[in-house]
């Protein structure tokens, strides 16, 4: 009780040191800027630390970057400040360009004090990923649209970013590189005619136990990762190409020795 009044017990203290220390989240903001920028330029295949003026080329993936991670760190904040929450700002974490290669660690808030319930603790943690999602996504698309599609011949060194299935959906999608079979068409039709709905059970008001719930998301995951885009496809015959063998530029030695004319 004692600790809890020394800490909280006056909010109007605890509020000014706060504020007092906006100068840290505005310098690691800064600091995340300039490394997620470098890193932006090295990706180009450019490198700022000889040649200083060519750091203007990461700022693309840099503003990106930063924008999406603060409206994500926004989300957890303002959803804090929603539910009554004393949270702080966005703390963001740069870090070196190599051999991280996007030059930075992240962001986080802090809580400054313990939500009402679990409901607002639910809120304050969705509302991050949620916001970031809506914007990484268009920027994503984007970002596809602008970039140079090349052949991946494998055998270099270095570190390569991963991807995540959401991610390899978009790329096959945008760059259209996704077919879709001609069928699906057929069943959206027939869904359309015959509807989804089935007979009402006669207990509509018991709710699905946890058991049943996570089966129900456990199916839906076998899903996504078992729907095939194109489960049937025409393959056409290959022809083999003839290999065509280099005319000799002399006779043979044998051809010579019996005395066949050139």
């Known amino acids: 009780m004692n600790g809890e009044s020394q800490q909280h017990g006056s909010g109007l203290p605890l509020l000014r040191k706060r504020r007092a220390k906006t100068w840290l989240h505005v310098i690691l903001f800064l600091l995340t800027l300039i490394t997620t920028t470098i890193?932006?330029?090295?990706?180009?295949?450019?490198?700022?630390?000889?040649?200083?003026?060519?750091?203007?080329?990461?700022?693309p993936f840099s503003v990106t970057l930063m924008i999406i991670l603060l409206v994500h760190e926004m989300g957890h904040y303002l959803m804090s400040r929603y539910h009554g929450v004393?949270?702080?700002?966005?703390?963001?974490?740069?870090?070196?360009?190599?051999?991280?290669?996007?030059?930075?660690f992240g962001a986080f808030i802090r809580m400054d004090s313990p939500p009402p319930d679990r409901r607002s603790l639910f809120d304050v943690g969705a509302?991050?990923?949620?916001?970031?999602?809506?914007?990484?996504?268009?920027?994503?698309?984007?970002?596809?649209?602008?970039?140079?599609?090349?052949?991946?011949?494998?055998?270099?060194?270095?570190?390569?970013?991963?991807?995540?299935?959401?991610?390899?959906?978009?790329?096959?999608?945008?760059?259209?590189?996704?077919?879709?079979?001609?069928?699906?068409?057929?069943?959206?039709?027939?869904?359309?005619?015959?509807?989804?709905?089935?007979?009402?059970?006669?207990?509509?008001?018991?709710?699905?136990?946890?058991?049943?719930?996570?089966?129900?998301?456990?199916?839906l995951?076998?899903?996504?990762?078992?729907?095939?885009?194109?489960?049937?496809?025409?393959?056409e015959p290959k022809v083999q190409k003839e290999s065509l063998m280099p005319k000799p530029t002399a006779l043979p030695v044998e051809a010579r020795v019996n005395g066949v004319p050139r």
């Open 39 to 59: 890193a932006g330029a090295f990706q180009n295949g450019v490198n700022p630390l000889s040649d200083p003026w060519t750091v203007t080329s990461g700022l």
């Open 127 to 219: 509302a991050g990923p949620l916001a970031g999602l809506l914007l990484a996504i268009p920027a994503v698309i984007i970002g596809l649209r602008l970039s140079t599609v090349s052949h991946d011949e494998g055998g270099g060194d270095g570190i390569a970013l991963g991807s995540s299935l959401l991610l390899s959906f978009l790329s096959q999608v945008t760059l259209g590189l996704m077919r879709w079979w001609d069928g699906w068409l057929i069943w959206g039709l027939l869904l359309l005619l015959l509807g989804v709905r089935h007979p009402p059970p006669l207990d509509p008001y018991t709710p699905l136990d946890f058991k049943r719930q996570l089966i129900a998301w456990l199916t």
């Open 86 to 104: 004393r949270a702080s700002l966005p703390f963001f974490l740069p870090a070196p360009p190599f051999p991280f290669i996007i030059g930075t």
């Open 221 to 235: 995951a076998i899903l996504a990762l078992t729907f095939i885009p194109v489960p049937f496809s025409l393959q």
